[in-house]
């Protein structure tokens, strides 16, 4: 029986999602969840998780609501209006929106909530599914020192890099910063694999002799032998990291910051979206080469 003081409203049950009510309901939490599409929800509510109905649903039923949902707009359509979280929470509930979306939204969702006497917090992760199954996700953390002291025992569940970066949108800048560098990762790593196929290598040898040296990366040890399998399912959609790339193109140019590697990055991408490939995970990029 659960048995932790705070009930958690969880709002996102996809790749990610799914993954961390389960660390939830494993640490002894009342997670109260909803998804747009119940049938994907229904493994959680079996294994004890309980239906919310609706965004406004969970929020008048749980101190602390965490979304993970998929782009900023679906953010602002779960926070905002009449029958969003912020309008139907508790007094003195905890926000914790730790989808990967705008400095500026993050910033908008706290001011909003401090109206209501609520207390907003960003925070976005890496770590991909491998992090959300194993509880060893890095956390991004920006809002209010008091706040993110209450929801620490939260994080501890579900992550074991938890960084407090500052004011609220200091997370989401953060992961900025992640995404940036993963994607000019993501091209070396495969260019690394496409050399050492046309150089007739074995590339499982050379994965073993790379991976733990000065080239060694989340990617290529975690990505890269999936690639080598075709195993092409999503940890991290392909949709969802343009998406990304898209924000910190936009927050870039506000800076008037020029990055090279990551328009690069996102020309590859796109032209895999429009091939088809953005429901696909990240490491699909390789197929980049074989249709090049």
């Not at 009510?21 to 599409?37: D, E, F, G, K, M």
């Not at 998780?49 to 779960?78: F, H, L, N, R």
């Not at 209010?144 to 938890?162: C, D, M, T, Y």
């Not at 800076?255 to 796109?270: N, R, W």
């Amino acid at each position: 029986m659960p048995h932790q003081d705070k009930v958690i409203g969880f709002i996102g049950t996809g790749v990610m999602g799914s993954s961390m009510v389960r660390r939830l309901l494993a640490a002894h939490y009342q997670v109260i969840i909803y998804n747009r599409t119940k049938e994907k929800a229904e493994a959680l509510i079996n294994e004890g998780a309980i239906w919310g109905k609706s965004p406004m649903g969970v929020a008048q039923q749980a101190q602390v609501i965490i979304t993970m949902v998929g782009y900023p707009y679906d953010v602002e359509e779960v926070y905002f209006g009449p029958h969003g979280i912020i309008a139907n929470a508790h007094t003195g509930s905890l926000l914790v929106d730790m989808t990967t979306s705008t400095p500026t939204l993050a910033k908008k969702i706290s001011e909003e909530a401090l109206k209501y006497h609520l207390q907003a917090v960003d925070a976005p992760v890496s770590g991909g599914d491998i992090g959300a199954k194993n509880g060893t996700l890095s956390i991004m953390i920006g809002g209010s020192q008091e706040a993110v002291a209450e929801i620490q025992p939260i994080f501890s569940v579900l992550g074991n890099n938890i960084v407090y970066q500052g004011e609220a949108g200091s997370g989401q800048h953060t992961k900025m910063c992640n995404q940036i560098a993963i994607a000019s990762n993501m091209i070396g790593v495969m260019e690394a694999i496409v050399y050492a196929r046309k150089a007739g290598l074995d590339p499982e040898k050379v994965l073993e002799s790379i991976s733990s040296g000065a080239a060694g990366s989340w990617s290529l040890s975690n990505l890269i032998p999936r690639v080598l399998k075709e195993d092409y399912s999503p940890g991290f959609f392909i949709k969802h990291f343009i998406k990304d790339m898209g924000i910190a193109l936009e927050e870039a140019e506000k800076m008037d910051l020029q990055l090279p590697g990551l328009q690069l990055a996102k020309s590859m991408y796109d032209q895999l979206a429009e091939a088809g490939e953005e429901n696909s995970g990240t490491q699909a990029l390789i197929k980049y080469w074989n249709n090049n």
